[in-house]
């Protein structure tokens, strides 16, 4: 379908009155059944990373500053589930959670009359694209200032071949012109509700997406799209399921950065943040960082004293003394780790038991034991990761595959430990200068690895946030060049456990 970008009686004005809308609303249309699925439940109520696909979907609109409001549409006779989640979730913008109707248009004109009256935004997103970002969202709010209708849309990656009913080619559209298109799709509410009140006196009205009913009905109203992603997959079919639940795994976070120092103050002043491999490294720029904004800071490393984390008598004596000492326990940091490379094949016993025990068994042990603690301050465990573990690297496969682990376990604690009110999360920093990596690698040009003092401030401000269950990418900055690995500095009580 094309539009008919001619004037006539329903284009817009050459001088529009300005656009003031009260709110912003996110309508979640959760009407699919799970069909081509093979589920005997709605497919948004499926489970993927952890949780239900809709609550996934719920969290973006929930985070986004830009949303005032979200209205959920669910499948017949399953309300009180949707209501369930919303609830447990803690969703303080969803409004109403109300049953659909048995088609895509009959949906919207549900939500047209549950978003009732008045000037606003409205954004329509199926529940079943878990993945949406908020820079998706936000550039959709943005655009509805200059336009009454926005959708989004990528890039076809293939060609599209347009075909009879024999299944014979008829045409084949050019690619640059096409695009695939995505939700949300997001409108001034008086557009589209002219657009569905036109619809209402065509017996053949058919459609399914919103932009259609607008480009139908109102083909004198621009429709700006702007870019979706790749990432934001609707889950339809099987192959879908596992796609989005690695694409989860493999999402990334950015560590929000504080500009203003005196927040840092206020945020860690009289906070008690344990680190388990603090003796160099990362873990020692970030206890000096956070001693700088007044926390109180205890690291612990076998080197400096004695502590090994994957013993556990050593890992509760830590956590006693800093409790006993401050009354508290906020934030407890594993950057404790070793690097052993070489095939698996050609290792010795007592070398993968090291490498497993400190790597992975530590900080299983130190999560165990420092839930107690957590639970009482609402604080936040934080682990560190590997580029690697998105891959397995020849020789150093079991060193790959604990910080893989690692991912999997700090997405599982989110989970569990969300009743808590008690965060985790994963550091994942790219090549950085640290003395485990120079005793692997040798030097390495400075330009091309990441300074540690990078790692800990970015570590600094996930502490502070609000974030849980995240990965949070580290990258250099250009033309960051890093202290010298071998420096006085770095080399500074080296042991083999450290983070690299």
């Excluded at 060049?481 to 450290?498: C, I, M």
Aim: charged residues 25%; negative net charge.
């Amino acid at each position: 379908m094309t539009q008919d970008h001619t004037a006539g009686p329903t284009a817009a004005p050459e001088n529009p009155a300005p656009w003031r809308p009260s709110r912003t609303v996110a309508v979640v249309l959760a009407g699919g059944t799970g069909t081509r699925l093979g589920l005997g439940i709605p497919k948004q109520l499926l489970k993927i990373a952890g949780k239900p696909i809709i609550e996934h979907t719920l969290a973006v609109f929930e985070a986004a500053p830009e949303i005032d409001e979200i209205v959920v549409l669910m499948a017949t006779g399953h309300v009180a589930d949707a209501q369930q989640i919303v609830d447990k979730a803690g969703f303080r913008k969803v409004t109403k959670v109300i049953e659909g109707g048995d088609t895509r248009n009959a949906t919207t004109r549900i939500a047209l009359d549950a978003v009732g009256e008045g000037d606003c935004n409205i954004l329509f997103h199926d529940a079943v694209r878990p993945l949406v970002s908020g820079r998706i969202v936000r550039e959709c709010v943005n655009a509805l200032w200059t336009y009454s209708a926005v959708d989004v849309a990528i890039p076809s990656a293939d060609t599209i071949v347009q075909v009879d009913e024999d299944d014979c080619i008829t045409d084949i559209p050019v690619r640059s012109s096409l695009r695939r298109g995505q939700t949300p799709q997001a409108f001034r509410s008086g557009t589209i509700r002219e657009a569905y009140r036109l619809a209402e006196g065509d017996p053949h009205f058919a459609a399914t997406d919103d932009c259609g009913v607008v480009l139908r009905y109102l083909p004198g109203t621009p429709i700006k799209v702007i870019d979706g992603s790749d990432e934001n997959i609707k889950v339809t079919h099987p192959v879908d399921v596992h796609l989005a639940d690695k694409l989860f795994q493999l999402a990334a976070a950015q560590a929000p950065r504080v500009t203003d120092e005196r927040s840092y103050t206020e945020e860690l002043t009289g906070r008690t943040i344990v680190v388990f491999g603090g003796s160099y490294g990362i873990g020692h720029d970030l206890a000096e960082l956070a001693r700088r904004y007044g926390a109180q800071v205890f690291p612990f490393s076998r080197s400096s004293t004695g502590t090994h984390v994957e013993r556990a008598e050593d890992v509760e004596a830590a956590l006693k003394t800093a409790f006993e000492a401050t009354g508290r326990i906020d934030h407890v940091v594993v950057t404790a780790g070793i690097l052993e490379k070489g095939a698996l094949a050609e290792m010795d016993q007592d070398t993968m038991d090291r490498v497993l025990q400190v790597n992975f068994v530590g900080p299983v042990i130190v999560a165990r034991q420092s839930l107690p603690y957590l639970q009482q301050t609402k604080g936040q465990l934080l682990l560190y990761t590997s580029s690697s573990y998105t891959r397995g690297r020849a020789r150093y496969a079991l060193y790959s595959s604990t910080k893989a682990a690692l991912v999997n376990l700090t997405q599982a604690l989110s989970d569990e430990w969300a009743e808590f009110g008690v965060r985790v999360n994963c550091i994942n920093p790219e090549r950085t200068a640290t003395p485990m990596r120079t005793k692997a690698f040798g030097e390495e040009p400075e330009h091309t690895l990441l300074a540690a003092e990078t790692v800990a401030q970015s570590s600094l401000d996930v502490l502070i946030s609000d974030l849980t269950g995240q990965v949070i990418d580290v990258r250099r900055a250009p033309g960051e060049v890093p202290a010298q690995a071998g420096s006085p500095r770095a080399e500074r009580d080296a042991s083999p456990a450290g983070i690299g």
